[in-house]
């Protein structure tokens, strides 16, 4: 997928009405993501993304963080300054287009580094 397809995308999950808006979302899912997954894990997910998007994953290199989806979700309205609500959409509309976006064993592996919670804003509910 193209860095702006995939823009695109959540542009259009989200209901943003700018492009600006869906680029903050992605920009801040991404890196909170970044910092919840695995040195490795996180180097694998960004070999499937645009090259635009691979440097908001691999910013933190650092140890993962244990972050359960509630702790995730309250970072991601932390950063952002929106509420739990908003951070949520903006989770569920980042994170099920890179789901569409990465191969069925990548999404895989990157479910297995996470608690069950992350899976619904992966649009995978079932997994949950």
Known sequence: MKYRD????????GEYAHRSEAERAVESVLQLIGE???????????????????PLLLRAQVPAQTMGAE???DRLSAL???????????ASAVLTTLAEAITGG???QV???????????FGKPELA
């Open 106 to 108: 990548q999404l895989s």
């Open 71 to 73: 702790q995730f979700v």
């Open 80 to 90: 952002t300054g929106a509420s739990r609500e908003s951070a949520k959409w903006d």
């Open 36 to 54: 919840r997954l695995s040195g490795a894990e996180c180097r694998h997910l960004a070999s499937q993304l645009p090259a635009e998007l691979k």
């Open 6 to 13: 995939f823009l695109a995308k959540v542009q259009e999950r």
């Open 111 to 121: 479910l297995s580094e996470l608690p069950s919670g992350y899976a619904v804003y």
